[in-house]
């Protein structure tokens, strides 16, 4: 049972709860559905869905399930620089620690889009990888150990911990990357990409560990 203090809103904690549960419905969800789910009437959730569709947040299609509305990705897009905020000092540290290109990779859709890059101030040579970048999950180490931690729900984390690719990524680089765990909502990972074709032992388990540092500032 949700308790509503004298300093919340009730309207605004309903509206809230509508969206989380449109996000978690593929299908979408009928005004019959979402009053059960809320334990109210049809009526306030006729209200709540005409006022989120008003600010683009929701839609309803032409059998009248809702579903979330593109206006979230506009809210979505705003909250990426906050991220990058939280992320960088735990980046900057493995950037100069390994003398590699550091990233952190969030999904978007059916891809990988890098949302901050911090590169080394001390090599000589290293991969430029810029953000913005984007790819499909399965064809960089960033993406692919996104995929494997989703058969690893909640806090669990694969045996090995990260993902490793050898001269498969942009201009032959090898790549390590490792999930973010344990963020609701939120499905990224923590990567390096390297000239080398070979990934030196430590960069896996120092991958894994700048993600789990990532992670805590997000949470």
Same mark, same amino acid.
């Given at each position: 049972?949700?308790?509503?203090?004298a300093?919340?809103?009730?309207?605004l904690d309903?509206?809230?709860?509508?969206?989380?549960?449109?996000a978690?419905?593929?299908?979408?969800?009928?005004?019959t559905?979402?009053?059960a789910?809320?334990?109210?009437?049809r009526?306030?959730?006729?209200?709540?869905?005409?006022?989120?569709?008003?600010?683009?947040l929701?839609?309803?299609?032409?059998g009248?399930?809702a579903?979330?509305?593109?206006?979230v990705l506009?809210?979505a897009?705003?909250?990426?620089?906050?991220?990058?905020? =939280? $992320? %960088?000092?735990? /980046?900057?540290?493995?950037?100069?620690?390994? !003398?590699?290109?550091?990233?952190?990779? *969030? #999904?978007?859709?059916?891809?990988?889009?890098?949302?901050?890059?911090?590169?080394?101030?001390?090599?000589?040579?290293h991969?430029?990888?810029?953000t913005?970048?984007?790819?499909?999950?399965?064809?960089?180490?960033?993406?692919?150990?996104?995929?494997?931690?989703?058969n690893?729900?909640?806090?669990?984390r694969?045996?090995?911990?990260?993902?490793?690719t050898?001269?498969?990524?942009?201009?032959?680089a090898?790549?390590?990357? =490792? $999930? %973010?765990?344990? /963020?609701?909502?939120?499905e990224?990972?923590? !990567?390096?990409?390297?000239?080398?074709? *070979? #990934?030196p032992?430590r960069?896996?388990?120092r991958?894994?560990?700048a993600?789990?540092e990532?992670?805590d500032?997000l949470r």
């Amino acid at each position: 049972m949700r308790v509503v203090t004298a300093e919340t809103s009730q309207t605004l904690d309903r509206g809230v709860r509508v969206l989380k549960l449109l996000a978690d419905s593929e299908r979408g969800l009928t005004v019959t559905e979402l009053a059960a789910r809320l334990a109210v009437n049809r009526t306030v959730v006729y209200r709540l869905l005409a006022t989120l569709e008003q600010h683009g947040l929701v839609r309803r299609d032409i059998g009248g399930r809702a579903r979330v509305g593109l206006g979230v990705l506009r809210l979505a897009h705003r909250v990426h620089p906050l991220l990058r905020e =939280a $992320a %960088l000092p735990a /980046l900057r540290s493995l950037a100069e620690d390994l !003398g590699a290109t550091a990233h952190l990779t *969030l #999904v978007d859709g059916a891809e990988a889009l890098a949302v901050a890059v911090v590169e080394p101030s001390w090599t000589d040579f290293h991969v430029a990888y810029r953000t913005g970048l984007r790819h499909p999950l399965d064809e960089s180490a960033a993406g692919r150990a996104i995929l494997e931690a989703r058969n690893f729900p909640g806090q669990r984390r694969p045996e090995q911990g990260f993902v490793i690719t050898r001269a498969e990524e942009q201009s032959g680089a090898s790549g390590a990357a =490792a $999930a %973010l765990l344990g /963020l609701s909502g939120i499905e990224g990972s923590v !990567g390096v990409v390297m000239l080398n074709g *070979l #990934v030196p032992e430590r960069v896996g388990p120092r991958v894994v560990e700048a993600a789990t540092e990532v992670a805590d500032a997000l949470r």
